[in-house]
C-alpha cells in the first residue's frame, strides 16, 4: 500500500510542477519551458486567432504575450488536482508596452484572471481548456481590438 500512495504523490507532484512550468514559461519569458510541460501533440482549446496546434504553435502567443506585458507575470491563485485532471485559478499581471490585438501601447498597468483545467498523462499536460478574461483587460486599457471583416 505505501508503494501505491508514494506513486500517486509522485504523480500529482509531476503534473503540478508540469502546469507551474506551463505559466512559467510566460513569467521566464522563456517559450521553450513548454517543451517541459506538455506532449507533442498538446491540444491547446481553444486556439488563439491565427495560433497552431501543438507546443509549437503556442510559443508565438507567449512571444506576444511577452512583447505587450515585457513585465508579465502569472500568479497561480487556487489549484485543484487529481490525478490526470488539474484546475487552475490565476492572475495575469503586466504593463501594456507594446501592441497586443493591433492595440497600440498604452503604458497602463493590467490585471486579468484565467481560468484553466488540465488533462495530464501522470507528467505533462495533454490538454487545455481555458477562459481568459479578455473584456476586463480592453477595458483597463480602454480599447477594444478593431472587429475582423
Keep these: 500500500m505505501p508503494t501505491s500512495d508514494?506513486?500517486?504523490?509522485?504523480?500529482?507532484?509531476?503534473?503540478?510542477?508540469?502546469?507551474?512550468?506551463?505559466?512559467?514559461?510566460?513569467?521566464?519569458?522563456?517559450?521553450?519551458?513548454?517543451?517541459?510541460?506538455?506532449?507533442?501533440?498538446?491540444?491547446?482549446?481553444?486556439?488563439?486567432?491565427?495560433?497552431?496546434?501543438?507546443?509549437?504553435?503556442?510559443?508565438?502567443?507567449?512571444?506576444?504575450?511577452?512583447?505587450?506585458f515585457p513585465d508579465v507575470r502569472i500568479t497561480i491563485q487556487d489549484i485543484v488536482q487529481t490525478p490526470g485532471k488539474i484546475g487552475v485559478r490565476a492572475e495575469i499581471t503586466g504593463t501594456h508596452r507594446g501592441a497586443l490585438f493591433g492595440i497600440p501601447p498604452t503604458g497602463k498597468a493590467v490585471k486579468f484572471r484565467i481560468h484553466e483545467f488540465h488533462a495530464l498523462d501522470g507528467h505533462r499536460v495533454t490538454t487545455s481548456w481555458h477562459l481568459e478574461d479578455w473584456f476586463s483587460l480592453f477595458l483597463q486599457i480602454c480599447q477594444f481590438p478593431a472587429p475582423k471583416p
Design 6 to 68: 508514494t506513486n500517486r504523490s509522485e504523480q500529482l507532484r509531476a503534473e503540478r510542477h508540469a502546469v507551474e512550468t506551463l505559466y512559467q514559461a510566460f513569467s521566464d519569458q522563456n517559450p521553450d519551458l513548454v517543451d517541459q510541460a506538455v506532449v507533442p501533440d498538446w491540444k491547446d482549446i481553444p486556439l488563439a486567432p491565427g495560433q497552431g496546434p501543438g507546443p509549437e504553435g503556442f510559443k508565438p502567443i507567449i512571444r506576444s504575450v511577452i512583447a505587450a
